[in-house]
């Protein structure tokens, strides 16, 4: 089975400071992604990417940085933290090699103060 | 501007009968579309794909239909069940191949018994 793992399930962070979210999957999954779900506006994604060291700007990377120095690996970091990157947030990934479908780990729900 | 639209409404429907979630879409190109199930506090899980040249597709109660003329999609779940209970997101592939899809908001299905 896929598994997916987020570092928390709960964060609370204050405002300004650099948060670090990591996610590991155990499958050899060539692309990862980072989503941040929020009441009424759905899943939106903030980055991914498609190989080692690459990435790509989802729809909001605005206040978001990624890291992948390892396939199974991917980072995302929060320069500065503000009030409104309060948010559920998701990691997933997928194969090339397979159905596209993408698997999502827990979740990490951040509450910025 | 490009949009996904699913009901943002619950849908409540009687044990046994089946359930039809709409997701309609404009100004995609979408070369595939897939239908997610999410439990509260828990990532979504994939469930079904549909190519943009396929009509329609099953999966033991569930049913996926795909009109790219008319931009719809819609998905069914037969002889629906409490534990059927979620809600469901549908997802549009609009990346030429990276697997970046964009998501609805999700559609709240509750079966009652």
């Known amino acids: 089975d896929v598994k997916v793992t987020q570092s928390s399930r709960y964060l609370v962070k204050r405002t300004g400071e650099k948060v670090f979210l990591e996610c590991v999957q155990d499958?050899?999954?060539?692309?990862m992604f980072w989503y941040r779900q929020d009441p009424g506006l759905g899943l939106r994604l903030i980055y991914f990417?498609?190989?080692?060291?690459?990435?790509e700007k989802g729809d909001i990377p605005e206040g978001y940085s990624v890291s992948r120095e390892k396939k199974e690996r991917f980072s995302l970091i929060l320069e500065s933290a503000s009030t409104n990157q309060t948010s559920m947030y998701l990691c997933a990934s997928s194969t090339v090699r397979l159905v596209p479908e993408q698997y999502f780990g827990p979740g990490t729900r951040l509450t910025v103060t | 501007s490009q949009k996904i639209e699913q009901n943002s409404e619950a849908l409540n429907i009687q044990e046994g009968k089946t359930a039809t979630l709409t997701c309609n879409y404009t100004n995609y190109s979408p070369a595939y579309l897939q239908w997610y199930r999410q439990d509260p506090g828990r990532g979504p899980v994939f469930l079904l794909l549909?190519?943009?040249?396929?009509k329609e597709k099953r999966k033991e109660r569930l049913k996926v239909t795909f009109d790219t003329t008319l931009k719809q999609s819609l998905f069914h779940i037969t002889a629906s069940q409490p534990a059927d209970s979620a809600t469901y997101l549908c997802a549009l592939d609009h990346s030429g191949g990276y697997q970046k899809v964009t998501f609805g908001t999700g559609t709240k299905l509750q079966v009652i018994p």
């Open positions: 499958m050899d999954h060539e692309n």
């Open positions: 990417s498609y190989d080692v060291k690459m990435k």
């Open positions: 549909i190519r943009e040249n396929e």
